[in-house]
């Protein structure tokens, strides 16, 4: 789910650096009034390529599989590192492995880390609006939320620009229906994302659960 | 992960790679977004031809650029099969069910143009550069400390951390797993909660390696008024070449914008007076 180079016009490409400069700066603003910054970026590097790592991990689903983007996983991990981590992870695949692109580097970036700082929040309710339920039902459903919609807003701004972008000459309604008809067709990759979170969160709250509470 | 030979050419002696690595990255990257901006097919070729020519100039081998084009490729490959067939009203041929239409065709050919000439340019920085200098330019340019640092230490760790999936993929293996028969487009649970144990497993020792590193760094200095640890290399000068270079690149980028707005106001006139 990267919008590789040569799709989107210099205009978007432009608009998605300026968005993402825009939500970096509002992380790393976020990052520098905890108490010591510096003592937080080798556990979120660290986690980074971790992450960047696991994203290579397939769920089977014969004859095929399922690509994991874990960027709900990351927010509800790495709260405000997230973003500059998403950054930092496309950088490399487009460097490392051309998966992505450097003019669309700012789009991905932004498409991705934003519904990872979401995940984060969503993640964060859980203690004031989760209050009526029990552990670990509470942490556990709100991490199925950050995972699922995590990866639900990304895929809805993929195939927004995607299908917006593309075919000048597609009409508005095949537009509108293509757009819908690909949405619903993401639902159960969502819902992969959603219940593969919860069990990765609900696991490291049995055994690490410090990771959880950064 | 396909990065095993990404440092392999940067030590070659090109023009390209002789380029200052600051202005090497101002350049391409202007360059990369003025490809961005061409919609008219009469400088796809142009434009291919200047990545072709730089490539040529950077002394890399061809196979570096295909071994990395196959990934992406897929991606660009879908829209070259379903644009020509769905889009557009002007019908070049028919056969059948398949019919090839002229705007579809010209928006796959400019797709692709943009996405080879953008690639390689791409590769060409990468290739040319070793990582840890082209991350010194984007910091003597204005990477913010946190970004620096954070991207030094993830690339410090990445490819030790994929080796450390692969040999937890091999136990695992070892131990039956993915041996069994799965049924056609079901997601076995107990696939899924030991996909994730290994996902779990891979973030707590990273995470437990960064308490280590961390201690490691404060102990050389890290946070004691030592700001970044990729810090401010004294870069020696640009040199007749590298601004030359630096010339001819923008000033094609420059070129490329102005023709793109020339050929477009002339099209969109013809259109008007068609009408």
Redesign the interface.
């Given at each position: 789910m990267h919008i590789?180079?040569?799709?989107?016009?210099?205009q978007v490409?432009?608009a998605g650096y300026a968005v993402t400069g825009l939500a970096?700066w509002y992380s790393?603003r976020q990052?520098?009034r905890q108490p010591?910054?510096?003592?937080a970026?080798?556990?979120?590097?660290?986690?980074?390529?971790?992450?960047?790592?696991?994203s290579?991990?397939y769920?089977?689903?014969?004859?095929a599989s399922?690509h994991l983007i874990?960027n709900g996983l990351l927010g509800v991990?790495l709260g405000y590192?997230a973003f500059?981590?998403i950054?930092?992870?496309l950088?490399?695949q487009?460097?490392?492995?051309?998966?992505?692109?450097?003019?669309t580097l700012g789009v991905n970036a932004a498409m991705m880390g934003i519904p990872a700082l979401l995940a984060y929040h969503i993640f964060q309710r859980r203690n004031s609006l989760g209050k009526f339920l029990g552990e670990p039902t509470r942490t556990g459903l709100f991490a199925f939320l950050g995972g699922a919609l995590g990866l639900g807003v990304a895929a809805l701004i993929f195939l927004a620009l995607i299908i917006l972008n593309?075919?000048?000459?597609?009409d508005g309604e095949a537009e509108r229906a293509a757009v819908l008809t690909l949405s619903i067709a993401h639902i159960p990759l969502a819902m992969?994302e959603g219940?593969?979170t919860t069990?990765?969160v609900l696991?490291?709250r049995r055994?690490?659960p410090e990771?959880l509470e950064g | 992960m396909g990065a095993a030979g990404l440092d392999t050419y940067v030590h070659r002696d090109s023009v390209i790679h002789r380029w200052s690595p600051r202005l090497k990255l101002i350049s391409l990257v202007v360059l990369m977004f003025a490809f961005a901006t061409v919609r008219q097919l009469a400088l796809v070729p142009w434009m291919l031809g200047l990545a072709a020519s730089l490539y040529g100039l950077s002394g890399l081998p061809v196979v570096f650029l295909r071994q990395r084009l196959s990934y992406p490729g897929l991606f660009i490959l879908a829209l070259v099969v379903l644009l020509p067939l769905t889009v557009g009203d002007t019908v070049l041929g028919e056969w059948g069910w398949l019919t090839l239409r002229q705007e579809g065709l010209v928006a796959t050919l400019l797709i692709v143009g943009r996405f080879l000439s953008i690639l390689t340019l791409g590769f060409i920085l990468l290739g040319t550069t070793p990582f840890l200098t082209l991350l010194h330019a984007m910091r003597s340019l204005g990477l913010p400390t946190i970004l620096a640092d954070m991207t030094l230490l993830s690339y410090r760790y990445l490819f030790e951390i994929a080796a450390m999936l692969t040999t937890m993929q091999q136990a695992m293996g070892l131990r039956g797993f993915g041996h069994k028969r799965q049924r056609w487009l079901h997601i076995n649970r107990q696939t899924m909660e030991q996909l994730a144990m290994l996902a779990g497993n891979l973030l707590i020792r990273s995470y437990e390696q960064s308490d280590r590193v961390y201690r490691a760094m404060r102990l050389r200095g890290y946070g004691y008024g030592a700001r970044s640890a990729v810090g401010q290399r004294a870069t020696a000068q640009p040199n007749t070449l590298s601004w030359g270079l630096t010339g001819v690149v923008l000033a094609a980028a420059v070129a490329l914008v102005i023709a793109e707005g020339i050929l477009r106001q002339g099209w969109m006139c013809q259109a008007w007076m068609c009408q």
């Open positions: 590789p180079d040569g799709i989107l016009s210099a490409c432009a970096t790393l990052i520098n010591n910054p510096t003592a970026v080798p556990k979120a590097s660290l986690l980074t390529a971790a992450f960047f790592v696991a290579s991990i769920i089977p689903v014969p004859p399922v874990l991990v590192f500059p981590a950054l930092i992870g950088f490399f487009a460097l490392v492995i051309g998966h992505g692109g450097i003019t593309i075919p000048a000459q597609l992969v219940v593969f069990m990765l696991f490291l055994v690490k990771i | -």
